[in-house]
T-cell receptor, first 111, second 116 residues
Framework: GIQVEQSPPDLILQEGANSTLRCNFSDSVNNLQWFHQNPWGQLINLFYIPSGTKQNGRLSATTVATERYSLLYISSSQTTDSGVYFCAVIIVGGSNYKLTFGKGTLLTVNP | ETGVTQTPRHLVMGMTNKKSLKCEQHLGHNAMYWYKQSAKKPLELMFVYSLEERVENNSVPSRFSPECPNSSHLFLHLHTLQPEDSALYLC???????????????FGPGTRLLVL
């Protein structure tokens, strides 16, 4: 099956710093999602981004589908950005629907 | 209440028990999902329901049995589980199943399950 690899596995930042998280995938996909899971376990959908760039406040994401990777940018990080960031890829074929997650990047933002 | 709620928040059960997890969404969505998050494996999508019909079952063992009586409620019935089934079970909903589309999923807080 498709492989989804995220890097780095862990990242520690000082508040105010910028960061880039990466998601590589091994095959063509129909869509890609970024999620944030806060330290209390709440999971939030950040972006659907099969290709191109999207921005939402201090977060932006870029997917280069032809090269099979996606990047999540966090600018001016805040302590509330701490948590695990997951990417997940979606492959749809006929009646089949497959969603595969990466293992996540654990981000810690220190005050 | 608003959003997606899950009960119970924590559950401890023996391998011979039968229990059910409940998810309720107050968002008027048509699609609901069960996910499993265990310590040693990536997040897994277990089931997808759209308008109370199961759309996807990602090869989940039969000891997990979902039920979607209406578009607002989703259950996960558990029986004869194994210790390795201990995990955080997350429910989500979206307006439509979306599949490859752009439907934002809204997640509940999860049920943390421990199987002894």
């Amino acid at each position: 099956g498709i492989q989804v690899e995220q890097s780095p596995p862990d990242l520690i930042l000082q508040e105010g710093a910028n960061s880039t998280l990466r998601c590589n995938f091994s095959d063509s996909v129909n869509n890609l999602q970024w999620f944030h899971q806060n330290p209390w376990g709440q999971l939030i959908n950040l972006f659907y981004i099969p290709s191109g760039t999207k921005q939402n406040g201090r977060l932006s994401a870029t997917t280069v589908a032809t090269e099979r990777y996606s990047l999540l940018y966090i600018s001016s990080s805040q302590t509330t950005d701490s948590g695990v960031y997951f990417c997940a890829v979606i492959i749809v074929g006929g009646s089949n629907y497959k969603l595969t997650f990466g293992k996540g990047t654990l981000l810690t933002v220190n005050p | 209440e608003t959003g997606v709620t899950q009960t119970p928040r924590h559950l401890v059960m023996g391998m011979t028990n039968k229990k059910s997890l409940k998810c309720e969404q107050h968002l008027g969505h048509n699609a609901m999902y069960w996910y499993k998050q265990s310590a040693k494996k990536p997040l897994e999508l277990m089931f997808v329901y759209s308008l109370e019909e199961r759309v996807e079952n990602n090869s989940v063992p039969s000891r997990f049995s979902p039920e979607c009586p209406n578009s607002s409620h989703l259950f996960l019935h558990l029986h004869t589980l194994q210790p390795e089934d201990s995990a955080l079970y997350l429910c989500a909903s979206s307006q439509d199943p979306g599949l490859a589309g752009e439907e934002t999923q809204y997640f509940g807080p999860g049920t943390r399950l421990l199987v002894l």
